[in-house]
């Protein structure tokens, strides 16, 4: 631990020492794993369908990364890992077949570079994002990486982020081109500016509410403008407004946009503009956000170099350079490097540290298209910088295009996953390349996988989306992906892609390549993919596609019954299991808790105004939040407030499991007794609320293996 501690500041290292000891006392059956699941979900530790292997995701604000960092995840995916990382479509990388028990080291190497796994998973604010071009597109009003960063470390280990309804999300963007994806955020952020007194004052359009999963919602607009200073206090704001009205009791109706749908925009902007004055007249200081200067837009782009010598085939360059280079203004490029379904190997991490460092001053960042790209690399380095890609496995050309298909890890580890969704992602990825070797034609047409209906993949943002699912056919059951059509992103016209039609999962790649070459043939001049499905028609697009539902007996071809990666093995839905984010008692029971202490805390502020009745009843909301929290574990919930504290009086206070102190002080709370209005009476009833909660909290971490609460 000294050792530990010389590296790593204190506050780290005794978190890392506290998850090891958690870990400990679950492999020792000291408390139940629901428990312990939600601790470890906290933490970025998230489980898998293979029993005793957990996924480690690595919390990567804006996806920026050093030389330094690279190696280390290098280091993990080698040591820890399966010798591979992946790249999320939220800027994280994760690492899957981790061990327990490596955990910690995990962490602690992770911490020595500035990484953490913290909040990276469970009901928590996830990663913020940002757009992976900030700094260097042309068409942005201001680079929002420094801010978006400076949120998500307010954010990171802030107690009004640590137990939430569920997850919550927020994205950062430059400009209009909503390569930030907004649209699908809890809170979205897209740079504006207004005139003040012939002034440029920067700030953010705003949107709220949006979310994919099974019941996707697109962010509805909250405000045209924000200014900078804003925007922390409304984070706070809309979080505070989620932690108290987001559904705790069903977490498939969770998310905030459930709130919104409930509510109605009008409502819901009152609520969190009332919240947010209260925020504002309060006394609390917020770090200050950087103010952005007005960007200069290039005169002039770089022009795409050429091979200069590069060995190998010219055209192979050409090509590259035209899908994977984005021309800067001052003649350098930034270079999107192309990561297969988002996978990085252990040696791949290591070459791309070493052209960080040679090729690019500002590090690399990971891009919500599972790729790598990096900024300010000058023209005559291309060409070499081309050759080092190649050298590592990472030339291939067709970044953010039709052949660069994003998935996310679906069955392969996934306990929620029907399908091998990185299997038809590969499938579909060596289809297209060796049957479609032009694809320029087709820029802004994306390819989105996710394994079961709630959109990892983002699948519903696609213009080609694939989404699995289970059908039988000729009495067995096959893996089927339904099909969406039309979906993208932008802050003016965001779509969703509407489903069809439901096909083989072995039949999906010569599908894909089959409705490519139906929108060539059927294209009505510029015509985009999304608009040519206006047009032409899902209904008409799925019979075109009728013919590969079919499916030879299982006798003359049983391999079409099976899923991709998964050779001769009959597909089934046995190795499914419980969503690893959705809700449990344990959630109920500790949000119980937490807010019975706050409350307690308001009845001392309430006294010590002299606000006694005030006082008195605050005291009694707080003895019954912890009640009602712990009668959880007997299965006991009751929406009358004397039928709770009969409850509790009989399962706990007289079977001992709280001390006999509190015997007579819940029979008395139960009669509802006045408590009146004097300091001294009000006082004693306060210092004993103050002692049951105490006591509350400590009951339920004395909790043992199998949810039961035991005695002193």
């Known amino acids: 631990m000294k050792e530990l501690e010389s590296e790593l500041s204190q506050a780290i290292a005794q978190e890392i020492e506290n998850f090891s000891q958690m870990a400990d006392r679950f492999n020792n059956k000291e408390i139940p794993e629901e428990k312990f699941k939600r601790y470890r979900l906290q933490n970025g530790i998230y489980g898998q369908r293979q029993p005793g292997h957990q996924m480690v995701r690595v919390k990567i604000p804006s996806g920026l990364l050093d030389a330094d960092q690279l190696r280390c995840l290098a280091d993990i995916a080698g040591t820890y890992s399966r010798g591979i990382g992946h790249v999320t479509t939220r800027q994280d990388i ?11 080291n995990v962490m602690t190497d992770l911490a020595k570079v500035g990484l953490t796994t913290r909040e990276a998973c469970g009901n928590t604010v996830r990663n913020v994002t940002s757009c992976h071009r900030a700094g260097i597109c042309p068409t942005e009003l201001f680079d929002v990486t420094a801010i978006s960063e400076k949120v998500a470390y307010f954010l ?47 700030g953010f359009k705003v949107f709220i509410g949006g979310g994919l999963g099974s019941h996707p919602k697109l962010a509805l607009p909250y405000t045209d403008f924000l200014p900078i200073n804003e925007v922390l206090p409304l984070c706070e704001a809309t979080l505070k407004l989620f932690d108290t009205h987001g559904n705790r009791r069903n977490k498939s109706k969770a998310r905030m946009k459930f709130v919104l749908e409930q509510w109605g925009l009008e409502k819901f902007r009152e609520t969190l503009g009332e919240i ?24 002039q782009l770089a022009e795409i170099p050429s091979a200069n010598g590069t060995p190998g085939n010219e055209a192979a360059f050409q ?33 791309l540290a070493d052209l960080a460092e040679r090729f690019s001053t500002n ?20 060409a070499n910088f081309y050759t080092a890609l190649k050298t590592i496995g990472l030339g ?90 039309g979906g993208g992103l932008n802050s003016e016209t965001p779509t969703l892609g509407k489903s069809k039609i439901k096909l083989p999962a072995k039949n999906i790649p010569s599908a894909v390549l089959e409705l490519i070459r139906l929108f060539r043939t059927e294209q009505q001049g510029e015509e985009t993919f999304n608009e040519f499905v206006e047009r032409f028609g899902r209904e008409a697009i799925g019979e075109k596609l009728a013919q590969f539902s079919d499916l030879a007996p299982p006798d003359e071809r049983p391999d079409l019954y099976w899923d991709w990666k998964e050779d001769n093995k009959e597909f089934s839905l046995d190795e499914i299991g419980p969503g690893e984010c959705s809700g ?64 509790f009086q009989q399962k706990l206070v007289e079977q001992g499991i709280l001390s006999e102190r509190f015997e007579l002080f819940t029979k008395e709370l139960g009669k509802w007794v006045d408590f009146g209005e004097t300091a001294e009476t009000v006082q004693h009833f306060l210092k004993e609320g103050g002692n049951f ?5 400590e009951v339920y971490d004395r909790i043992d293996s199998k949810m039961r609460l035991r005695k002193v």
């Open 276 to 299: 947010l004055a209260e925020i504002k007249a309060s006394d609390k200081i917020f770090p200050t956000l950087p103010d952005p200067a007005l960007k200069e837009k290039p005169a």
């Open 319 to 351: 090509l590259w350079a035209r899908t994977n280079l984005i021309p800067q203004g001052d003649d350098t490029f930034a270079i999107q490097t192309k990561l297969p379904l988002g996978d990085v190997t252990e040696a791949q991490f290591r070459g």
């Open 396 to 485: 291939d050309a067709g970044a953010e295009r039709v052949v660069d298909v994003i998935a996310c890890p679906g069955a392969d580890t996934c306990q929620l996953a029907l399908t091998n969704s990185m299997g038809v992602g590969g499938a579909i990825n060596k289809k297209l390349s060796e049957e479609l070797p032009m694809y320029d034609d087709l820029d802004g047409l994306r390819i989105r996988i996710s394994g079961c209906p709630n959109s990892c993949g983002h699948h519903h943002i696609a213009g080609i989306g694939l989404h699995g699912v289970a059908k039988k056919v000729n009495g067995k059951l096959v893996p089927h992906y339904q099909l969406h059509l």
């Open 584 to 647: 449990t008692v344990i959630d109920m029971i500790e949000y119980g808790l937490r807010m019975a202490g706050e409350t307690i805390e308001k009845a001392q502020q309430a006294y010590n105004k002299g606000e006694y009745a005030e006082t008195a009843q605050l005291i009694q909301e707080a003895i019954l939040l912890d009640a009602r929290s712990l009668l959880y574990t007997y299965g006991t919930d009751s929406p009358h407030d004397d039928q709770i504290l009969k409850e």
């Open 363 to 382: 590090g690399v960042r990971t891009t919500h298209q599972q790729n790598i790209i990096f900024h300010r690399v000058i023209r005559e380095d291309v």
């Open 156 to 202: 990171l280990w802030n107690p009004i982020n640590q137990d939430l309804p569920r997850k919550f999300k927020i994205s950062f963007s430059g400009c209009t081109s909503e390569c930030g994806l907004a649209a699908i955020h809890d809170l979205g952020f897209i740079a504006a500016s207004r005139e003040v007194n012939g002034k440029t004052e920067f």
């Open 693 to 697: 909660v105490l006591e509350c909290q």
């Open 94 to 104: 994760q690492f899957h077949y981790v061990v327990l028990d490596d955990v910690k």
